[in-house]
C-alpha cells in the first residue's frame, strides 16, 4: 500500500472559462475567447465555443456535490476577470460578486480546501483591444483586479494563484497563433511574457499586504527538457529550452531574479522588454509562497538540424528541436508521450534547485478523444486513466519519501470541460459530461478517486 503524508490533499482542477458558460442576462463581458470564436468559429473544434462549456454557473451546487461524490478534499478554480469585471479596469459585476461568493462558500461548507486562481488564459476583450498584456496598463488593471478579488473573497481562499501556466499564451498568442491574437511577433511575446511576471509579482505583493495569513502562489507547466543523448549540443539544447519553457517564469517567481543566460539570449536577440528599475525591486522582493506544477508530458529535445535563418522571426526553438524518442509510451487517444519519471525529477529539481518550495501537483490527467466507445452498462470504463494516475502517483511518493515538500494532486479536471481550440475533443473527466442534455455520469476513475482520497493511497 502507498501511503501519503497526513495532510496531504485531493482533488481536481479547473478554470472558469472552461466550465461556467454564459446567460445573456449574467452581466459578463467578453473576453478574447467570446470575441475570437465569434470572429472564427471554424477554429474551435466541432465548432464548440466558451458559450457553452459545462454550464457551472447555473448548476454549480450539483457539480459541488460530485466534489464529495468523488472523494475531494482540495478544489480550484479560477475567477473569470471578465465576470468580474466586464470591461477589466471599470465598474464591478454585483452578481459576478455573488456568483462567486456562493460557489466558494460551496466549497468550504463541504469541507474543502479552496485553491483560486486570477488568470486561465481569459483577458477580457476590451483590455486586448487596447493593446493586451503588451501594454504595461494591463498590468496596472490586473493589480487592481486581484486587489478587488483579495478584499471581496479573501476570507474564503485557502490558497490563491496569480497565473495559471503563463508561457502559455506567450508562446500560443505571439508565436503559434493558437491564442488571440494569434500573432507572429517575438518582440510583443517577451515583452509579453515580461508584463505577466511583473503582474504575478505585484498580486503577491497585494495579496501580502492584503490578507497577511494567505498563501499565494503561480502555476507552471514545469514540464523537465530531456536531451536526446549526453552530447554537448543535445544537453545545451535541453537547457536552452528550460531556460524558455520553465525558468522564464519559474526563476522570478521562486528566486526573485531571471537567469543571466536568459536575459543574455534575449538581449543577443535585439528583445530586451521595456521595463522600469523600480520592477525588478517589486519582483525581487515579492516571491511566490508555493508553486503549482502542471504535468502531463516530457519535453524532449534534440540539437537543432538546421542552422537558423538569420531573416526568419526569432522563435526559441531555433536553439532546439523536437524530439521523439523511439519506443517512447504513449497515450494514444491524446498523442501524448506518457512518462511518469517527469514528477520524481520535477520534484528533485524543486528539492536541489528552488530550496525545496511547497508546491501541489496541480493538474495531471489523461485526454481522451472519443471516449464514449468505452461506456459499458452506461459507465465509461476508464481503467487507463486509473492506471495513468497510478502511475504518475507512484513517483511521486517516491519522491516525497525522499523529502519533495508536495501538498496535494489535483487531476486535470472532475467534469469533461471546454478547452480552447480543442474544445470538448479531449475529454479529461471523472465526471462524464453528455453535451446533448448536460447530464452528469460519474466515471469508473471518479469512484476509484474517492477510494484513493479515503484511503489517502491506494
Ligand atoms: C492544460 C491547461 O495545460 O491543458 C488546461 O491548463 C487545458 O486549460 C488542459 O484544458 C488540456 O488541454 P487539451 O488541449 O488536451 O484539451
Redesign the pocket.
Request: aromatic share 24%; proline share 0%.
Given at each position: 500500500m502507498i501511503r501519503f503524508p497526513d495532510d496531504f490533499v485531493w482533488g481536481s482542477s479547473t478554470?472558469g472559462p472552461?466550465s461556467e458558460g454564459r446567460l445573456p442576462d449574467d452581466g459578463k463581458g467578453d473576453n478574447t475567447w467570446d470575441y475570437w470564436f465569434r470572429q472564427a468559429p471554424e477554429k474551435f473544434h466541432n465548432q464548440v465555443g466558451p458559450e457553452v462549456t459545462s454550464t457551472f454557473y447555473e448548476h454549480y451546487e450539483t457539480d459541488l456535490d460530485y466534489l464529495l461524490e468523488t472523494g475531494h478534499t482540495a478544489f480550484r478554480t479560477s475567477i473569470q476577470w471578465s465576470r468580474l469585471i466586464p470591461d477589466g479596469d471599470g465598474e464591478v459585476n454585483p452578481k459576478a460578486v455573488d456568483f462567486y461568493r456562493k460557489v466558494f462558500e460551496g466549497v468550504k461548507a463541504r469541507g474543502i480546501e479552496l485553491l483560486v486562481n486570477l488568470y486561465?488564459?481569459d483577458l477580457p476583450m476590451a483590455l486586448e483591444l487596447k493593446g493586451g498584456w503588451v501594454e504595461r496598463s494591463t498590468v496596472l488593471a490586473y493589480e487592481r483586479y486581484a486587489r478587488l478579488c483579495f478584499e471581496m473573497f479573501g476570507d474564503l481562499v485557502d490558497r490563491w494563484i496569480t497565473f495559471?501556466?503563463p508561457i502559455?499564451p506567450v508562446e500560443c498568442g505571439y508565436f503559434y497563433q493558437l491564442h488571440y491574437p494569434a500573432t507572429v511577433d517575438p518582440k510583443a511575446g517577451i515583452q509579453v511574457a515580461y508584463h505577466t511576471q511583473l503582474a504575478s509579482s505585484l498580486a503577491v505583493k497585494a495579496c501580502h499586504e492584503l490578507i497577511p495569513d494567505s498563501k499565494i502562489g503561480i502555476v507552471l507547466?514545469l514540464t523537465p527538457a530531456y536531451p536526446r543523448s549526453q552530447h554537448p549540443a543535445d544537453v545545451k539544447a535541453a537547457r536552452i529550452a528550460e531556460l524558455f519553457q520553465a525558468k522564464s517564469f519559474l526563476d522570478p517567481s521562486v528566486k526573485g531574479a531571471y537567469p543571466q543566460e536568459l536575459i543574455d539570449l534575449i538581449r543577443m536577440h535585439d528583445l530586451t522588454p521595456a521595463y522600469q528599475a523600480e520592477d525588478l525591486e517589486v519582483i525581487r522582493e515579492n516571491c511566490v509562497d508555493y508553486l503549482g506544477v502542471?504535468y502531463?508530458q516530457p519535453l524532449r529535445v534534440a540539437a537543432p538540424r538546421y542552422a537558423a535563418n538569420p531573416e526568419a522571426p526569432f522563435f526559441p526553438s531555433v536553439y532546439f528541436d523536437h524530439y521523439e524518442m523511439p519506443g517512447r509510451k504513449m497515450n494514444p487517444h491524446?498523442g501524448w508521450e506518457i512518462y511518469e519519471r517527469g514528477v520524481y525529477d520535477i520534484a528533485q529539481n524543486l528539492k536541489k534547485n528552488y530550496g525545496n518550495i511547497e508546491w501541489l501537483l496541480t493538474?495531471n490527467g489523461m485526454?481522451v478523444e472519443g471516449e464514449e466507445k468505452f461506456r459499458k452498462n452506461g459507465q465509461i470504463q476508464d481503467d487507463y486513466r486509473i492506471e495513468f494516475i497510478k502511475g504518475h502517483l507512484l513517483e511521486l511518493h517516491r519522491a516525497i519519501q525522499e523529502g519533495a515538500n508536495c501538498k496535494g494532486y489535483l487531476v486535470?479536471t472532475f467534469i469533461d470541460?471546454w478547452?480552447?481550440l480543442?474544445s470538448y475533443?479531449?475529454r479529461?473527466g471523472l465526471v462524464e459530461l453528455d453535451l446533448t442534455d448536460q447530464s452528469r455520469r460519474i466515471k469508473k476513475s471518479g469512484l476509484w478517486f474517492k477510494q484513493l482520497s479515503q484511503n489517502n493511497g491506494f
Open positions: 478554470s472552461q486561465h488564459f495559471n501556466e502559455v507547466n502542471n502531463y491524446r493538474e485526454g486535470w470541460c478547452s480552447w480543442n475533443k479531449n479529461y
